[in-house]
T-cell receptor, first 110, second 113 residues
Framework: QKEVEQNSGPLSVPEGAIASLNCTYS??????FFWYRQYSGKSPELIMF????GDKEDGRFTAQLNKASQYVSLLIRDSQPSDSATYLC??????????FGAGTILRVKS | EAQVTQNPRYLITVTGKKLTVTCSQN?????MSWYRQDPGLGLRQIYY???????DKGDVPEGYKVSRKEKRNFPLILESPSPNQTSLYFC????????????FGSGTRLTVV
C-alpha cells in the first residue's frame, strides 16, 4: 500500500503571496504525480501533472518533483481568494489506480 | 460537453436496502473508477475498471459491487448498505494510464440510517 502524506492545514496566506503546498510519498517506484483542487462541496479538478524531476509551470501554478527525496510540491504565485480550496496530491499506481493524500486546506485572505 | 454524470446527487436510505448509483461518461474513456471521500481520510478507491468486463478492487471494496458491461457506464452497487457506508462517492474516468488524470463526476452524498 503506497502512502501519500500531506499537511492538513489550514495554510493561510495573504492575497498576492506565494502559497507552497507539499506532499510526500512512500513508494520510490512511483512515476506520475497529480495535483487536484477541490472546492467545498464540489468534485476534485485536475490542475497539474508532473512525472520528471524538476519544475513544471502552468500559469500561476508550478509543480516541483524530487524523486530522490520523494516529495512533490505545488506553488501558487500571486494567490487569490478564489484559490481558497483543498489541494489534493495523488500518485499513480499500475492499472491507473490513483492514490490520494488527505489534502491541504488553503485559505487566501484578502 | 465532456462529462461524467452520476445519479442521484443525494440519497438517504435504510440499512439493508439494496441501491445502485449510476455513472456514465461521454468521453469514450477506457478507465473508470469509484472513490469514497470521508473527512480526514481523503479519497479512497473502491473499485476500478480498465475496460469493458475488466474490473479490480481498490483499497476499500468490502460491501460494494461494480460491473462494466458497456464502455460508458460503471454503476456502483451496494447490496446491503450499512451506516459505515455513509459517505460522499465520486465516479471518475480517464483516457489512459499514467499521464492522464481522472475526470470526476459531481458526487453522490449517501446517508444510510
Amino acid at each position: 500500500q503506497k502512502e501519500v502524506e500531506q499537511n492538513s492545514g489550514p495554510l493561510s496566506v495573504p492575497e498576492g503571496a506565494i502559497a507552497s503546498l507539499n506532499c510526500t510519498y512512500s513508494d520510490r517506484g512511483s512515476q506520475s504525480f497529480f495535483w487536484y483542487r477541490q472546492y467545498s462541496g464540489k468534485s476534485p479538478e485536475l490542475i497539474m501533472f508532473i512525472y520528471s524531476n524538476g519544475d513544471k509551470e502552468d500559469g500561476r501554478f508550478t509543480a516541483q518533483l524530487n524523486k530522490a527525496s520523494q516529495y512533490v510540491s505545488l506553488l501558487i504565485r500571486d494567490s487569490q481568494p478564489s484559490d481558497s480550496a483543498t489541494y489534493l496530491c495523488a500518485v499513480y499506481e499500475y492499472g491507473n489506480k490513483l492514490v490520494f493524500g488527505a489534502g491541504t486546506i488553503l485559505r487566501v485572505k484578502s | 460537453e465532456a462529462q461524467v454524470t452520476q445519479n442521484p446527487r443525494y440519497l438517504i436510505t435504510v440499512t439493508g436496502k439494496k441501491l445502485t448509483v449510476t455513472c456514465s461518461q461521454n468521453m469514450n474513456h477506457e478507465y473508470m473508477s469509484w472513490y469514497r471521500q470521508d473527512p480526514g481520510l481523503g479519497l479512497r478507491q473502491i473499485y476500478y475498471s480498465m475496460n469493458v468486463e475488466v474490473t479490480d478492487k481498490g483499497d476499500v471494496p468490502e460491501g460494494y459491487k461494480v460491473s462494466r458491461k458497456e464502455k460508458r457506464n460503471f454503476p456502483l452497487i451496494l447490496e446491503s448498505p450499512s451506516p459505515n457506508q455513509t459517505s460522499l462517492y465520486f465516479c471518475a474516468s480517464s483516457q489512459g494510464q499514467g499521464a492522464y488524470g481522472y475526470t470526476f463526476g459531481s458526487g453522490t452524498r449517501l446517508t444510510v440510517v
